[in-house]
């Protein structure tokens, strides 16, 4: 391969893997640009190295033919452990608490821009950035109509004064046009003290913002904290 075939390939690595590490740093997730472009020029670095090896392999039998049964040449034995060995950096961006799981995205960004450097690296170009265009529409415009659909939401309020409190949330849900599908319910005792904890399982209605329903429940006084978690 000549130097301008390699800087090509790099480049479009680069370009692509900016473009969805963007999108990660615009919305202040764990990993941003530079991993995301770290991880996709490692392993389009990774493509080449298999690719070169391999046309060294073709012209070292092409010069002595005598070579040609003990001479191997495997273009997937360095991609497969790129493919397999970026998941321990993807898990690293996964935060588990709880109640909740946040950073899958990120993740499988990481995972997916690895893949793009390897079709970059090996200079399958029309993959690379189909690929790279499948993953823009995924993260960027498919986010948008997911918002326009009814969902199941897991909303976790810490409250006092039990029958005050619960009167004012359902009031609150039917007045929205929330449905609650399930509740479960925790009971701590601090002194003399009782702490509520309710999880509704709730649908909400088609363009309702849960930043919303979150902001007018908080100010009522009996409402200690409030949180969505993972379904």
């Known amino acids: 391969m000549t130097l301008l075939e390699i800087s090509q390939r790099l480049l479009l690595a680069i370009i692509i893997s900016g473009a969805v590490g963007f999108d990660r740093e615009f919305k202040n997730r764990p990993a941003g640009m530079r991993t995301h472009i770290l ?9 080449l190295v298999q690719t070169q090896l391999s046309v060294n392999a073709l012209q070292m039998v092409a010069e002595s033919p005598e070579l040609a049964a003990v001479v191997k040449s495997d273009q997937t034995r360095l991609i497969a452990q790129v493919v397999s060995g970026i998941g321990f950096l993807g898990a690293g961006t996964i935060i588990v608490t709880q109640r909740s799981v946040m950073g899958l995205t990120t993740a499988a960004s990481l995972w997916a821009v690895a893949c793009l450097g ?5 200079g399958l170009y029309t993959i690379a950035i189909s690929g790279f265009v499948v993953i823009q529409v995924v993260l960027s415009l498919l986010n948008k109509v997911l918002v ?22 359902m009031d609150y849900f039917e007045e ?20 509520y904890t309710n999880i509704y399982t709730v649908e909400l209605p088609r363009g309702f913002n849960h930043s919303e329903l979150i902001e007018d429940i908080s100010l009522n006084k009996n409402v200690l904290q409030i949180r969505l978690i993972d379904a």
């Open 176 to 195: 929205k046009g929330v449905q609650v599908k399930g509740v479960d319910f925790d009971v701590e005792i601090h002194a003399d003290e009782k702490v």
């Open 148 to 169: 326009a659909v009814p969902t199941l939401k897991k909303l976790q309020i810490k409250y006092q004064h039990r029958l005050e409190t619960k009167e004012f949330v």
């Open 39 to 47: 991880v996709c020029v490692g392993a389009a670095v990774i493509a």
């Open 118 to 122: 390897i079709a970059a690296g090996m």
